[in-house]
């Protein structure tokens, strides 16, 4: 009598343990429900941030320019101007970011194999003050605009020894919106940075461009939303609210 009791309440025991652990396993199973992505964003909380709009890209002189001039000739910085004047109107904060180095590129390890800083010391280019690192002036505020001008970076990010985060989040700032030169080099390191930093991130399709056009589209198509919602200027420029 004793044993079948037992072995009564053994089964019921390993019926509601496997009642349980069913019940676990199909809520695991269920899909979860992810919030929809916002449409509007608070200009307070929001910055643009503008990467290397300078003379070595955008000046006729500068080493890369005629290989952009055909985008440029289609509106390029027309558009990202036109972008730029409205999003600082509705309150967005406008960070120019630059690339530049001493006169003896002194700040670089001369030895490192990687391609990026070798260029740079072969050319002797991005000295600060010279031509080619000269901001592009159409996108420069006028005096009672509080834009943000960080002092000229080495590294690829904008992020990269700038504070550009500690700033940013000083301000309260939570999107931020990238364009600039270029889309497989510095843009992408900044779109990157910025998504691990936790900002919501949206790359500006139409205000930057690649050195590899083709490349750099597939990039904007298959790579770039990991990290960022990609975005035509206008669209952006909607979402941004006073």
């Known amino acids: 009598m004793k044993n079948t009791f037992l072995q009564s309440m053994s089964k019921s025991l390993f019926a509601l343990v496997l009642t349980a652990a069913s019940s676990l396993a199909l ?12 449409t509007q ?15 070595n890209f955008v000046n006729p002189d500068g080493a890369w320019y005629q290989k952009f001039k055909p985008d440029y000739d289609k509106g390029m910085l027309d558009k990202t101007v036109k ?12 960070i120019h970011v630059t690339e530049g180095y001493t006169q003896d590129h002194r700040e670089l390890d001369w030895t490192n194999p990687g391609g990026f800083h070798r260029g740079q010391l072969m050319r002797k280019a991005w000295k600060v003050g010279s031509k080619e690192a000269a901001y592009y002036e159409p996108l420069m505020p006028k005096p009672e605009y509080k834009d943000l001008f960080l002092a000229p970076r080495i590294q690829v990010s904008a992020f990269g020894g700038t504070g550009l985060n500690e700033i940013l989040r000083s301000k309260g ?28 991130v949206y790359a500006l399709r139409e205000s930057m461009l690649g050195f590899f056009p083709e490349m750099s589209q597939s990039m904007l198509n ?21």
């Not at 929001?46 to 003379?55: E, K, M, N, P, R």
């Not at 972008?83 to 406008?94: D, L, S, T, Y």
């Open 27 to 38: 809520a695991q199973a269920q899909p979860q429900t992810v919030p929809p992505l916002p």
């Open 41 to 55: 964003m608070k200009a307070s909380e929001t910055a643009v941030i503008l990467v290397d709009f300078q003379g």
């Open 83 to 94: 972008m730029v004047n409205e999003a600082r109107e509705k309150g967005a904060w406008i």
């Open 173 to 200: 700032i939570k999107n931020v919106a990238v364009a600039g030169f270029t889309t497989d080099v510095c843009v992408y390191a900044t779109v990157i940075a910025a998504y691990d930093l936790g900002y919501h």
């Open 222 to 242: 298959s790579i770039f939303p990991m990290w960022s919602t990609v975005i035509d200027n206008d669209k952006f420029v909607g979402m941004v609210q006073k």
